[in-house]
């Protein structure tokens, strides 16, 4: 493999997947999440843990588009 597509390849699997800066999710007067920064790899497997109520759903929810922050963005 020639340097150049060696290169392209590396930056490629390199490349950043879903993510989210400093967001947070509102709902009435509760705070679910806020302040979640997160970037998640492309091609990589990530475990995301923590205990019961922590926000772990949410966030996924959040970095997959299938909710909008109110906070911050996705």
């Known amino acids: ?12 699997s390199m490349a950043s997947g879903p993510s989210l800066h400093a967001a ?11 302040g979640v920064t997160i970037s998640l790899p492309r091609g990589r ?4 843990i923590g205990p019961n ?5 949410t966030a996924l929810r959040l970095v997959s588009g299938l909710w909008n922050p109110t906070e911050g963005r996705a």
Not at 24 to 34: K, Y
Not at 45 to 48: E, F, I, K, M, W
Not at 53 to 57: A, D, P, T
Request: no cysteine.
């Open 1 to 12: 493999m020639s340097d150049a597509v060696s290169r392209v390849v590396s930056d490629a």
């Open 24 to 34: 947070g999710l509102r709902i009435d007067d509760r705070w679910l999440v806020r």
């Open 45 to 48: 497997l990530t475990a995301l």
């Open 53 to 57: 109520g922590s926000g772990k759903s």
